[in-house]
């Protein structure tokens, strides 16, 4: 069980983070007791009501002598020390599950709350967790026992279970079915561009251009994105907080007009037909879709598609060796002092970039709150009040709401060294020409239609707010984004094309 040997690991590289993070910066007392990388930890529960049973038994045995029965704390409290928390209170909704996971394990020595590592299992501490989210009044995702299927998946270390949509479980066939699917061609129009075509492996998934460029040249405002661990991801594209659903959002590509991408708006038939004239497809599609008549459907084509995504996972980078214990000389102190920069309150890159995806925005099952953010980072500022430039103008393209103006989604900076440009519009050639753009607070555009000064954006996200860095540090910061890439990722013969002779 590699995963849970690499948890408990974690937790003791995590008890060496609280030291370095506390000298690293003047946490305000009782509002934090969590150091921030404890938001990488996730529930390796498959959350049922038997675990929230189990946590509140735990919690009558062992918080509740503090905390009262209900979790309301002590109605007296006079020895001098901090009283103990009302758990119930709305504010408990701001900890994510992984800090309160840190604080159970670790206690708070200072304030006399005890460490549970201990008494309790790694089990026990989650069904806790999910008990005492209940009592800040968060309704949980419960799973029913069974309903994850018996799909095994390869989830790196510490990674939690994905979601997948009730009327598409996963399966091994389906996988297969949508590998080859992805990387074909008869997808599109001219039979010469397939999703692999902008979604390269070697890439992570993504591709080299700065904005996307479909079969007939056509020039998508934006670039494409990794697909390295899309299942976690609860909205999809840049800033649609109306695309959810791997299954529908497969179709845009296929068939949208504005940009074409694989061209096959009102060839839907042409296009299941050739499939079906390929023996091949007629055994992976019986497999993946056993006892229908006739599978090779438009549906059935997203579903497959939509389960090849959900198995690209990448966790097994140099820094998630290091980050487990697996190898605690995995990167090098110069990574090591990035790190400390990524998770501390003068950068903030974790407050967006945070938890075990390198993005806040991450769904998966266990998870207590679900918050879908956006934000505008200052990116452009084309006529002082803060407009980006049409039509990327951010989430305010589909909600029409001004104060939507530049707000993107945070993508996941895993393998981020291998998917330059970057930026929706990958404005942005390098990392060292990224961190410039957080250090001063928002770019400065000087010439050219859009010029502005973004740091000026009355729109921008009060985390970026600007810091300086030293040389050293900002090589220290890039370092650290450089270590999270996954060879293993980039290379695993299962994610590669099936086509390829
Ligand atoms: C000996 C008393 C004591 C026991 C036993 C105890 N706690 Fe605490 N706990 C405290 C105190 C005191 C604080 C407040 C610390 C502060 O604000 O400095 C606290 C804070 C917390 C917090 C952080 C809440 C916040 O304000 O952010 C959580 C979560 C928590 N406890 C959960 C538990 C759980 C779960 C257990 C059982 C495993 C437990 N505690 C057992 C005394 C206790
Ligand atoms: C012409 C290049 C191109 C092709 C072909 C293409 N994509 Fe994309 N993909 C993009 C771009 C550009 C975006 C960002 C779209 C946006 O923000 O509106 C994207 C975004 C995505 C996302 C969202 C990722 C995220 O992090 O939210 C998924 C999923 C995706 N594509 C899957 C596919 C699939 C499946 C196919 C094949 C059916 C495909 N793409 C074909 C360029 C392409
Ligand atoms: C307020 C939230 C927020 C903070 C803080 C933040 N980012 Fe970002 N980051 C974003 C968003 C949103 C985007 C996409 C913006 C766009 O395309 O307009 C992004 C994009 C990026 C990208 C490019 C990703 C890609 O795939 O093109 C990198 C690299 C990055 N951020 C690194 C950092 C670093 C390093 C820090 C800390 C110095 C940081 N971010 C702080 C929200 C944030």
Request: some cysteine.
């Amino acid at each position: 069980m590699r995963s849970r040997a690499g948890l408990t690991a974690l937790m003791l590289a995590a008890c060496a983070w609280a030291v370095a993070v506390a000298a690293a910066v003047q946490e305000p007392a009782h509002v934090h007791h969590a150091p921030a990388q404890a938001r990488m930890l996730t529930s390796p529960l498959e959350l049922t009501e038997a675990d929230v049973s189990a946590g509140a038994e735990a919690f009558k045995s062992r918080c509740a002598s503090c905390h009262g029965a209900d979790g309301k704390g002590p109605l007296l409290w006079q020895n001098g020390r901090p009283k103990p928390s009302d758990l119930t209170e709305s504010r408990m909704r701001e900890h994510v599950d992984g800090e309160i996971y840190w604080v159970i394990t670790n206690g708070i020595t200072e304030s006399g709350m005890p460490a549970s590592a201990s008494q309790f299992s790694e089990r026990t501490r989650w069904q806790l967790v999910a008990y005492v989210r209940t009592l800040a009044g968060i309704k949980l995702a419960l799973s029913t026992p069974g309903a994850g299927g018996s799909y095994v998946w390869d989830l790196p270390p510490g990674f939690p279970r994905p979601k997948v949509p009730a009327d598409n479980p996963m399966s091994a066939e389906k996988v297969e079915l949508g590998r080859h699917l992805f990387y074909d061609t008869r997808l599109s129009v001219d039979n010469t561009f397939s999703c692999a075509s902008c979604h390269k492996q070697d890439r992570a998934f993504a591709d080299e251009k700065a904005r996307g460029v479909g079969v007939t040249g056509e020039v998508h405002p934006r670039g494409s994105m990794s697909l390295g661990n899309i299942a976690y991801s609860p909205v999809l594209t840049w800033a649609n907080p109306t695309q959810r659903k791997l299954e529908t959002q497969a179709l845009v590509p296929m068939f949208g007009d504005e940009p074409v991408e694989l061209g096959l708006s009102g060839k839907e038939k042409e296009m299941l037909s050739k499939l079906a004239a390929d023996p091949r497809y007629l055994e992976l599609f019986a497999k993946a879709f056993p006892g229908e008549a006739q599978p090779i459907t438009l549906a059935n084509v997203t579903k497959g598609i939509a389960s090849f995504e959900r198995v690209l996972l990448s966790g097994r980078s140099p820094y998630d060796r290091y980050r487990t214990g697996e190898d605690l000389i995995a990167i090098s102190d110069s990574a090591k002092r990035g790190e400390a920069l990524f998770f501390s309150e003068k950068t903030e890159c974790f407050h967006c970039h945070g938890g075990f995806n390198f993005t806040e925005t991450a769904d998966y099952i266990g998870k207590g709150f679900l918050e879908i953010e956006f934000h505008n980072t200052g990116l452009y500022n084309v006529d002082g009040n803060g407009a980006y430039p049409a039509p990327n103008t951010g989430v305010m393209a589909v909600s029409e709401d001004e104060e939507d103006m530049g707000r993107f989604k945070a993508p996941s900076l895993r393998n981020i060294a291998e998917t330059a440009p970057y930026m929706h519009d990958g404005s942005i050639a390098t990392l060292e020409e990224v961190i410039a753009h957080y250090e001063a607070g928002g770019r400065t555009i000087t010439g050219g239609p859009n010029a502005g000064d973004g740091s000026k954006s009355p729109l921008k996200s009060s985390f970026v707010k600007g810091f300086t860095l030293t040389p050293q540090e900002r090589k220290d910061l890039v370092a650290f984004l450089k270590n999270l890439t996954d060879e293993e990722f980039l290379t695993d013969p299962r994610f590669g094309n099936p086509w390829k002779k």
